[in-house]
């Protein structure tokens, strides 16, 4: 079983809708929760971190962790074509090597 | 601007032909990294290093070797290269909240 599981997609949305990516994972012991967003030939960039649970907004983007369920979620609101992307979660304990899911596929349609 | 650069972007070479993928930061990062990522797998630790001349494994060490001689640089090195090296390679640095990421470099291997 993989550390982090992330579906991954394509996650095809019409422009406007609102966007959910998830992922779960079996380290009790992550703290640190990131999401990259990586575009086609691109290097993943980082978009959102949070540590330990709860929600952080930013914008369009809001992360959320629930520790007690081992559920990580990016939520996109009013998404634009722009946002298709490739999003990747990541997380680690502190200083050890981040953690990655696989990543999902994003397409926002006009 | 703060930025990883590497090079080559695109790069195709023979069984056993020895290369190096140059990675090179400007932004005084202690913490360096390489990755490769492939369909399904995500991205995965190759090799990593905390400062200048300490590096240590990754997840997928086997067949790469890296050195630290100055904290801005970190190359990959392939001493004979093999087909199932045939990836999009990725260097990193870490910042308190996550990782700035080349632009990367696809790495084919006939």
């Known amino acids: 079983q993989k550390e982090v599981e992330q579906d991954p997609g394509p996650l095809s949305v019409p422009e406007g809708a609102i966007v959910s990516l998830n992922c779960t994972y079996s380290n009790s012991a992550f703290q640190y929760f990131m999401w990259y967003r990586q575009y086609s030939r691109k290097g993943p960039e980082l978009l959102m971190y949070?540590?330990?649970?709860g929600n952080k907004e930013d914008g369009r983007f809001t992360a959320q962790v629930d520790k007690s369920s081992k559920y990580i979620s990016l939520f996109i609101r009013d998404s634009q074509p722009s946002d298709s992307a490739t999003y990747l979660c990541a997380m680690n304990t502190g200083f050890q090597k981040l953690v990655f899911g696989t990543g999902t596929r994003l397409l926002v349609s006009p | 601007e703060a930025q990883v650069t590497q090079n080559p972007r695109y790069l195709i070479t023979v069984t056993g032909k020895k290369l190096t993928v140059t990675c090179s930061q400007n932004?005084?990062?202690?913490?360096m990294s390489w990755y490769r990522q492939d369909p399904g797998l995500g991205l995965r630790q190759i090799y990593y290093s905390m400062n200048v001349e300490v590096t240590d494994k990754g997840d997928v060490p086997e067949g790469y070797k890296v050195s630290r001689k100055e904290k801005r640089n970190f190359p990959l090195i392939l001493e004979s290269p093999s087909p199932n090296q045939t990836s999009l390679y990725f260097c990193?640095?870490?910042?308190?909240?996550?990782?700035?990421f080349g632009s990367g470099t696809r790495l084919t291997v006939v």
């Open positions: 949070t540590y330990s649970s």
């Open positions: 990193a640095s870490r910042h308190n909240y996550g990782y700035t």
């Open positions: 932004m005084n990062h202690e913490y």
